[in-house]
């Protein structure tokens, strides 16, 4: 049988199984591990001997090394080596590289690049090294470019056009033309990159800080110059990644090279400082969105032309407009990413990579043709929801798009919104309503998951799939939990070791679904096993509670029927499904908000949510993945900004103090309306991608609840008071 | 981090007059001393010399240097005459932050300038002579009024800025013997040594915040800032304000986050006192408050802004 995943499997067979634990709320198995600090995050291996590394980062914007004075600080106390190979890494990976990023880090692209590493015996001693580290430079930055401009761009990578946008925009009863600005993002996870690398004989074992672990094994071998196969990776436990350790970093070479060098386990973890400087940034954005609608407010034109940003030989660009290609209707269409290169750190991933910028402008875009049109905004999508994908004529799967709009609206109390600004008005504050869709790719990744079913009846689950906090513990238990008929607590999941079959790993919301799905056929092949035991068909088979039985077969303990452990490994790999059906995820959120008359301050009141993305696996992971999304909606939509020096490309605000993350403060109650779905396309589970949806347009709700409130519209994010001064009414001023 | 000496003082007379570094709390040096922006060669601890008391003094109350910021804003005889300033510490930094950090290490906090935080870059604050990176720079935060040419940095904090509204006075202990500052004297403008941030001496120590009678009247302390919590100000106004018969009967504002000092105007507050409350007279206090102010580029906003701050503190201080 192939492994790809081509047609829909609408067995249900989730629904039919007895156990009754999958899409249940379970707690995290290793929450408690985490809350009580016996969870081991990387840095924390405590290996017999191990010195400290510390990166030093490259004090010019760009050029070359060309001498790095080691012999100085050698002959400072601890000091055990300085290394500057050709194999240590220039940039990090971009995510499933599966290959050696950019290396030879004597060539500078941006600043604070890392350059060399020091190990020295303590960690305070390879730290007083670095600072005192002389490098010289042969300084090329008058010749960069800091800032992108449209200018230097290249042309747009596929764009999607169908019919004629200008045309359709000259015929339309109703236009929108409206440009669109957000800053750079950074992943700001807790944990800060880390690794420690140990070396026996020819044999790595480096325990990383890594979301995506087979990949980050090729990447790490690549790099070294070694077999992968030399080449163990451990990261059970993650502090958050958000992207931006999908790819190995520095830190993972220079440990190994270092550890290598030196015959000792050697630890390097990156200061939060240079994690902010040197790994991954989300693009900067400028957006024009040009919409053309009927009288009716249908549209017919529809236009997303981004520019983004990255350094020069990197591919990847912040894929802007990847929702609009299947959200909206409109024959005419045109859309398009364009990429400058410029000298600042590595654009790449962070959460929801396109849908995160691109939804958020699209969806102000669309509450301007709301009030152009005079429909309300609900309305307004709701008449727009093609048939098939504009222009490519692909069929949607699953899409309750509707259903999350009418079940939020109503949770909400849509129906108390004035549709004019500045009605509402309680002391200082201008109270406005707000809401916008969701809508995300989703994606099936390969994946390989393992399931013994030991003689006593236990079940274990091992993949080196990742947990980064979102529950894949959790979720790849229940699995197997619900196929073999187990309580959850016979149930053990390992994870995040390269020595096991190799999942999708965490990135793209495409985790639980793709390992998930590898983890349910490993299961299926072992309930056909037993079910052959039993004497019956796979089909008949009923497991619950450890018992086995089927229609006209007694139950007996599923012990009963295994001689020795049974272990089968499963398989999934997308297949035509991926390209012939649109398998998107889709929500709504509404909010509300109040904004100061006097200082433009904007302080969200409540927020509503609501998701369909497939079968829910469990409802308690599922709904903190959407409050974390919507809390990055609201951190994009009013506090998040890279800030960086336009004279030299370097990042000035390097910390959590200064790149402002929603605090708990900023956060009201948030409400999740789950809907379920069934999305057999997607996978077997019929399940999609969720730890992503939550972002995707929630920072428009908030832009139009700003409009509704005191009648400014703002396109430039994040929407802090300085934007809003010119504009705001009079504050003496009376209600409307 | 450098490494350092370090010893304990066990009495403000071992602190008086030394070279070490103080470290109190150590919220604000420690985090400096990792960036290395400091470099202290030793450190002398004073927390263990006392001044940890808050004691009546006559109408007022003498706060000593060492009470955290947590118990102060606690306090409830501060929190009933001098409300002020528990909003104003409240509305700083971090339950975790306040609870480590001292009166005394408050007042001495450095600027949150991002060039002054990052040896990269040039600061004459930092290395005097080296130029000022924010001038052409990321300047949101900075200052617009008494900037100098040499350096555009404010003084972030809060607590100071409810001090200088509340007429508080700073006592030190110097070699030659005891001093007192009014709290409104003690940060200086940058001028060309933006090196020194208040008129301390090298071995001074501040034993005391003192606060005089209480003024009375509605106090509000207004931040203004870019998320709900733990965020310095963009701005910020202080008023301890007293009305009698529809009338402004005395009014004493400061202002935090435009200035390298918290920053006060007597003559705005003598514009405002006598006078019946309104937009417009908000208005004419705000033009005589700006009138010399002047933006950076990124922080132009904080023009309009500081304005319209203040015509809310003044609005609700009134009842207007
Ligand atoms: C993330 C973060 C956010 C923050 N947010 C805010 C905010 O919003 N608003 C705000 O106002 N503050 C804020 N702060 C700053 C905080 O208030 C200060 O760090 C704290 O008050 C300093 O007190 P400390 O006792 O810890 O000082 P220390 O760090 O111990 O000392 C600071 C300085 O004062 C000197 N010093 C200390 N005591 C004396 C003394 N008795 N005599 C002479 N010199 C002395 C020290 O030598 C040192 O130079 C924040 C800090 C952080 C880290
Ligand atoms: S504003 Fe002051 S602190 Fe900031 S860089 Fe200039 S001199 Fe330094």
């Known amino acids: 049988m192939s492994d790809t995943y081509d047609t829909p499997d609408t067995r249900d067979m989730l629904d039919r199984t007895r156990q009754g634990v999958i899409g249940q709320p379970l707690d995290r198995p290793e929450g408690p591990l985490k809350v009580a600090g016996q969870a081991t995050y990387a840095a924390e291996y405590a290996r017999e001997n191990c010195a400290e590394g510390v990166l030093v980062g490259a004090t010019i914007s760009t050029g070359r090394v060309t001498a790095i004075h080691k012999d100085e600080v050698l002959a400072m106390p601890g000091v055990l080596g300085v290394y500057a190979a050709p194999q240590m890494l220039r940039r990090p990976a971009q995510g499933t590289a599966g290959e050696a990023p950019l290396q030879d880090p004597s060539r500078v692209d941006y600043p604070l690049q890392p350059v060399a590493l020091v190990v020295a015996e303590t960690f305070e001693q390879a730290t007083a090294a670095a600072k005192a580290l002389r490098i010289d430079y042969d300084d090329a930055s008058d010749k960069a470019r800091f800032l992108p401009t449209q200018e230097t761009a290249e042309a747009a990578k596929e764009p999607v056009t169908a019919g004629d ?21 950074a992943s700001a996870a807790m944990e800060p990159h880390a690794a420690v690398a140990e070396w026996d004989g020819d044999d790595l074992t480096l325990w990383g800080s890594l979301q995506m672990i087979a990949f980050n094994v090729a990447e790490l071998a690549d790099s070294l110059g070694i077999d992968p196969k030399h080449v163990r990776i451990l990261s059970p436990y993650v502090g958050g990644g958000f992207g931006s350790k999908l790819g190995i970093s520095h830190e993972a070479v220079a440990a190994s090279l270092a550890a290598r060098e030196l015959g000792r386990p050697v630890r390097v973890v990156m200061s939060r400082q240079l994690v902010f400087q040197s790994i991954m940034r989300r693009s900067e954005t400028v957006q024009r969105i040009r919409l053309g609608a009927g009288a009716d407010g249908r549209l017919t034109a529809f236009g997303h032309e981004a520019l983004v940003s990255n350094l020069p030989e990197e591919s990847f660009s912040e894929p802007v407009t990847q929702a609009s290609e299947f959200l909206y209707a409109g024959d005419n269409r045109l859309l398009g990413v364009r990429k400058s290169d410029i000298t600042r750190l590595t654009a790449g991933s962070v959460r929801a990579p396109g849908e995160a910028v691109g939804m958020q402008a699209l969806e102000v875009a669309m509450d301007e043709l709301a009030i ?80 013994t079913l030991t003689a006593q009846g236990h079940v274990v689950v091992e993949t080196d799939h990742t947990d980064i906090g979102t529950g894949s513990y959790a979720i790849f238990g229940q699995i197997a939990a619900e196929m073999l008929g187990q309580p959850i607590d016979r149930t053990t999941v390992k994870l995040g070791d390269s020595l096991l079959p190799a999942g999708s790993g965490s990135g793209g919301s495409w985790g639980a679904s793709s390992t998930g799905s590898a983890v349910f056929y490993a299961c299926e092949a072992i309930r056909a096993t037993l079910a052959q035991a039993l004497g019956c068909s796979a089909d008949q088979l009923i497991l619950k509670d450890g018992q086995a039985w089927a229609e006209g077969v007694d139950a007996r303990p599923v012990t009963d029927l295994l001689t020795e452990d049974l272990t089968r490994t499963g398989k999934i790999e997308p297949g035509e499904l991926m390209e012939k059906v649109n398998q998107s995820t889709y929500g709504a959120f509404f909010c509300e908000v109040a904004v100061n008359a006097f200082t433009g301050e904007t302080r969200l009141r409540r927020m509503t949510g609501a998701f369909g993305f497939g079968r829910v696996l469990n409802a308690k992971t599922a709904r903190s993945q959407c409050i974390g999304g919507m809390v990055w909606g609201i951190g994009s939509a009013l506090t998040e900004e890279l800030s960086f020096d336009a004279r030299d490309g370097h990042l000035v605000n390097h910390d959590l103090a200064e790149y402002h993350v929603p605090v708990h403060a900023d956060i009201p109650p948030m409400e999740v309306i789950l809907l379920e779905e069934r999305d057999a396309d997607a996978s077997p589970l019929q399940s999609k991608g969720v730890g992503e949806l939550g972002i995707c347009g929630a920072a428009g709700a908030i832009a139009n609840a700003i409009y509704n409130a005191c009648g400014v519209r703002l396109r430039d994010f994040p929407m802090t008071p300085d934007k809003l001064l010119a504009d705001l009414p009079d504050p003496f001023a009376p209600a409307a | 981090m450098k490494a350092f000496d370090y010893s ?60 955290s910021n947590s118990d102060a804003a606690a306090d409830p005889r501060i929190r009933r005459d001098w409300p002020l300033l528990s909003r104003a510490i409240l ?3 971090s339950p975790q932050l306040r609870n480590k950090a001292t009166m005394g290490g408050n007042l001495c906090q450095r600027t949150r300038c991002g060039y002054f935080m990052d040896n990269r870059s040039a600061c004459n604050k930092r290395e005097p002579g080296s130029g000022c990176a924010a001038i052409g720079g990321v300047n949101r935060n900075h200052a617009i009024l008494g900037a100098s040419s040499d350096c555009i940095a404010t003084y972030p904090g809060d607590m100071a800025v409810a001090l200088s509204a509340l007429q508080a006075v700073v006592h030190t202990e110097r070699p030659e013997g005891a001093r007192e500052i009014p709290m409104r004297h003690f940060h200086r403008l940058p001028g060309d040594t933006p090196q020194q941030d208040n008129h301390l001496e090298s071995g001074e120590v501040i034993t005391a915040i003192s606060l005089p009678a209480p003024l009375g009247g509605r106090q509000i302390y207004r931040k203004v800032r870019d998320r709900a919590s733990y965020a310095f100000a963009l701005v910020s106004v202080a008023a301890a304000l007293r009305m009698e018969e529809g009338r402004i009967a005395s009014v004493h504002l400061a202002f935090g986050g435009v200035a390298h000092t918290p920053w006060t105007n007597d003559h705005v507050d003598e514009l405002l006192t006598g006078e019946r409350p309104s937009p417009a007279l908000f208005d004419k206090a705000a033009d005589l408050l700006l009138e010399d102010a002047q933006g950076q580029g990124h922080n132009d906003f904080k023009i309009p802004l500081l304005r319209r701050a203040l015509a809310a503190v003044l609005a609700e201080a009134t009842g207007e």
Not at chain 1, 165 to 181: C, G, S, W, Y
Not at chain 1, 386 to 403: I, N, W
Not at chain 1, 427 to 447: D, F
Not at chain 2, 22 to 43: F, H, Q, S, W
Request: proline fraction near 5%.
């Open chain 2, 91 to 93: 509305a700083g930094a």
């Open chain 1, 165 to 185: 946008l200008e045309a359709a925009l000259r015929d339309a009863a109703h236009v929108i033309d409206a440009n669109f600005t957000t800053p750079g993002h």
């Open chain 2, 8 to 67: 304990r003082a066990e009495a403000t007379a071992d602190a008086v007059g030394q070279s070490a570094r103080l470290i109190a709390g150590g919220t604000n040096l420690l985090d400096l001393m990792k960036l290395e922006v400091e470099t202290p060669e030793a450190l002398l601890d004073i927390t263990r010399i006392g001044l940890n008391a808050i004691d009546a003094e006559g109408e007022g109350l003498r706060i000593g240097a060492l009470v």
């Open chain 1, 372 to 451: 152009a049109t005079n429909l309300d905004p609900v309305e307004l999508r709701k008449r727009n929801l093609p048939e098939t994908v504009p222009g490519q004529g692909t069929p949607y799967s699953s899409r309750r798009l509707v259903e999350a709009l009418d079940a939020g609206a109503a949770a909400f109390g849509w129906d108390q919104r004035s549709p004019t600004p500045c009605a509402r008005r309680e002391g200082e504050w201008w109270i406005g309503m707000g809401m916008s869709s969701a809508a995300r790719v989703n994606i099936l990744a390969k994946a390989e998951a393992r399931v």
